[in-house]
């Protein structure tokens, strides 16, 4: 897997999460200030190129100000933008996602494919 694979597969698990909160919330006002988080979001993550450091911000707004929708949050997204999502994560689960970066870079050095949720899988510390 290359590093811009990754990244649409990561843009990929974020779009899904989006879509799924938007179907969850649709009763909510559009004016509500969580509808405009959704939006705020959504439209980073489709500009070309990513920006990342509002993705990375609306992530940490929505950990602070949206508990109850973060264990939805899929957690290869908060590994990947770093910095300030990092303190939503565990010791733990940031080591094993350093492994899996590790295996990654290893595997494109040798110029191998590799298969980041089989790999995910098989370190079997972040099921």
Same mark, same amino acid.
């Given at each position: 897997?290359?590093?811009?694979? $990754?990244?649409?597969?990561?843009?990929?698990?974020?779009?899904?999460?989006?879509?799924?909160?938007?179907?969850?919330?649709?009763?909510?006002?559009?004016?509500?200030?969580?509808?405009?988080?959704?939006?705020?979001?959504?439209?980073?993550?489709?500009?070309?190129?990513?920006?990342?450091?509002?993705?990375?911000?609306?992530?940490?707004?929505?950990?602070?100000? $949206?508990?109850?929708?973060?264990?939805?949050?899929?957690?290869?997204?908060? $590994?990947?933008?770093?910095?300030?999502?990092?303190?939503?994560?565990?010791?733990?689960?940031?080591?094993?996602?350093?492994?899996?970066?590790?295996?990654?870079?290893?595997?494109?050095?040798?110029?191998?494919?590799?298969?980041?949720?089989?790999?995910?899988?098989?370190?079997?510390?972040?099921?």
């Amino acid at each position: 897997m290359t590093q811009s694979d $990754y990244e649409i597969s990561l843009l990929q698990q974020l779009n899904r999460f989006l879509s799924e909160l938007a179907d969850k919330t649709q009763a909510l006002n559009p004016d509500h200030p969580f509808c405009q988080w959704l939006k705020t979001t959504g439209d980073a993550a489709s500009l070309e190129p990513t920006d990342y450091e509002v993705l990375s911000h609306q992530v940490v707004a929505l950990f602070t100000h $949206y508990a109850e929708m973060t264990p939805l949050f899929p957690r290869d997204i908060l $590994y990947f933008l770093g910095g300030d999502c990092l303190h939503f994560m565990p010791d733990e689960e940031i080591a094993a996602y350093q492994a899996l970066d590790e295996m990654r870079f290893e595997a494109q050095s040798q110029q191998k494919r590799f298969d980041w949720e089989q790999a995910k899988q098989s370190l079997k510390k972040l099921q």
